[in-house]
């Protein structure tokens, strides 16, 4: 059965840690990775891992994949309180099918 | 500007009653998801259309049901048949479906919580 695990499940840190939040994955038929950030609502878009090895970069977050260990990692540097959220993993495996990790709550105190 | 349009925000139910919840998409989207998020859980695809008068079953679609006669609408009703509605619900669209990925980068409306009463 396919599955994505993420951990931690929360995670509270002072305003400018470096955080590193990870996703593993057991999935057949693997296309890509993708990463969500939700902090009220609606989930917004992060970044699409498809290729071990190459850094995905945006400001102070990057993501990296790792498709022999079968994890992800989220970087995410110099935290701010706006970094407050939950992060969502997760994996298309192909026709249509996307599916979610339970997310890692992040909270970052001033 | 473009987006994805749920509504209402809040929704209650009571015992015995099916509720509809809204999902209006003006991306020019072909592809049309809804998912559950229960408190410490990930998303969990209950239906999702590729297609105008076509779609497809999720991991949890038991006491749930949609239509897709409009490429931009993807309604889902929450049958009283479903006896642990409360929960938030996203609705999602994609440009495409099938083997381009950033075909299948999904992009999410606001959300509906459901309660029961």
């Known amino acids: 059965e396919d599955k994505v695990v993420q951990s931690p499940l929360s995670l509270v840190v002072h305003e400018g840690d470096t955080v590193t939040l990870n996703c593993s994955y057991e999935?057949?038929?693997?296309?890509?990775l993708l990463w969500y950030k939700q902090e009220k609502k609606a989930p917004t878009f992060l970044f699409m891992l498809t290729s071990s090895g190459i850094e995905k970069k945006s400001g102070r977050l990057s993501s990296i994949l790792d498709k022999k260990e079968l994890f992800s990692i989220l970087n995410i540097t110099a935290t701010q309180t706006g970094d407050s959220a939950i992060y969502l993993c997760?994996?298309?495996?192909?026709?249509?099918?996307?599916?979610f990790g339970s997310g890692t709550r992040l909270s970052i105190r001033p | 500007d473009g987006g994805i349009t749920q509504s209402p925000k809040y929704l209650f139910r009571k015992e015995g009653q099916n509720v509809t919840l809204s999902c209006e998409q003006n991306?020019?989207?072909?592809?049309m998801y809804w998912y559950r998020q229960d408190p410490g859980q990930g998303l969990r695809l209950i239906y999702y259309s590729q297609i105008v008068n076509d779609f497809q079953k999720g991991d949890i679609a038991e006491g749930y049901s949609v239509s897709r006669e409009k490429k931009e609408s993807f309604p889902l009703t929450v049958t009283s048949a479903q006896k642990n509605p409360t929960a938030f619900y996203l609705c999602a669209s994609t440009t495409g479906t099938g083997e381009t990925l950033a075909k299948n980068i999904q992009y999410f409306g606001a959300g509906t919580r459901l309660s029961v009463l």
């Open positions: 999935v057949t038929n693997f296309r890509s």
């Open positions: 991306l020019n989207h072909d592809a």
């Open positions: 997760a994996f298309h495996r192909g026709a249509s099918k996307i599916i």
